[in-house]
C-alpha cells in the first residue's frame, strides 16, 4: 500500500509528454516546481473539471518563454502532465480537445495510487522524479 503525506503531490507524465518535454529540454525538476506551484493555487489557467494549463519555466529562461503544459491535476494529491506545447505553435487548445482532456480526467484523477503504481510498472505513465535540488 502506497502511503503519503496529506499535502504530498504525486506527479506523472505520459509517454507522449515525456518525448516533448526531452525535446524542449524540459526536466523533471522543471516539472515538479510546475505541478508545485499549482498546488500552492498560482494556476495560470483552470480550465475546469480537473484541468489546469500551466507554463513551464526552464532554467535560464521564464516563464513567459517556457512551454504550456495541460495537466490533469487535483490539489494535495495529483498531476499529470498529458500535454505539451509551445505557444509559438499553439495559442490554445480546441474545445473538442478540452472536452477529451476533461473526460480523461474524471478517469485518471479517479484511479487509487496502486492502480498509478501499476500503469508506472506497464509504462504508461512516468513519475516524476525528486532531485536533491528541489527539496519536494
Given at each position: 500500500?502506497?502511503?503519503?503525506?496529506?499535502?504530498?503531490?504525486?506527479?506523472?507524465?505520459?509517454?507522449?509528454?515525456?518525448?516533448?518535454?526531452?525535446?524542449?529540454?524540459?526536466?523533471?525538476?522543471?516539472?515538479?516546481?510546475?505541478?508545485?506551484?499549482?498546488n500552492?493555487?498560482?494556476?495560470?489557467?483552470?480550465?475546469?473539471?480537473?484541468?489546469?494549463?500551466?507554463?513551464?519555466?526552464?532554467?535560464?529562461?521564464?516563464?513567459?518563454?517556457?512551454?504550456?503544459?495541460?495537466?490533469?491535476?487535483?490539489?494535495?494529491?495529483?498531476?499529470?502532465?498529458?500535454?505539451?506545447?509551445?505557444?509559438?505553435?499553439?495559442?490554445?487548445?480546441?474545445?473538442?480537445?478540452?472536452?477529451?482532456?476533461?473526460?480523461?480526467?474524471?478517469?485518471?484523477?479517479?484511479?487509487?495510487?496502486?492502480?498509478?503504481?501499476k500503469?508506472?510498472?506497464?509504462?504508461?505513465?512516468?513519475?516524476?522524479?525528486?532531485?536533491?535540488?528541489?527539496?519536494?
Amino acid at each position: 500500500m502506497i502511503r503519503k503525506k496529506p499535502d504530498e503531490l504525486f506527479v506523472y507524465k505520459n509517454k507522449s509528454f515525456a518525448r516533448f518535454a526531452r525535446k524542449a529540454g524540459i526536466t523533471d525538476t522543471d516539472l515538479r516546481k510546475a505541478a508545485q506551484l499549482a498546488n500552492e493555487g498560482l494556476i495560470d489557467a483552470d480550465l475546469g473539471g480537473g484541468v489546469i494549463k500551466q507554463r513551464i519555466a526552464r532554467a535560464g529562461e521564464g516563464k513567459s518563454g517556457g512551454s504550456r503544459s495541460i495537466i490533469l491535476f487535483k490539489r494535495n494529491s495529483r498531476a499529470v502532465f498529458v500535454y505539451g506545447f509551445e505557444k509559438k505553435d499553439l495559442a490554445n487548445v480546441k474545445p473538442n480537445e478540452l472536452e477529451a482532456f476533461r473526460e480523461l480526467a474524471t478517469v485518471v484523477l479517479g484511479y487509487a495510487e496502486a492502480e498509478m503504481a501499476k500503469f508506472v510498472n506497464e509504462g504508461i505513465f512516468f513519475n516524476v522524479e525528486r532531485s536533491e535540488e528541489d527539496g519536494s
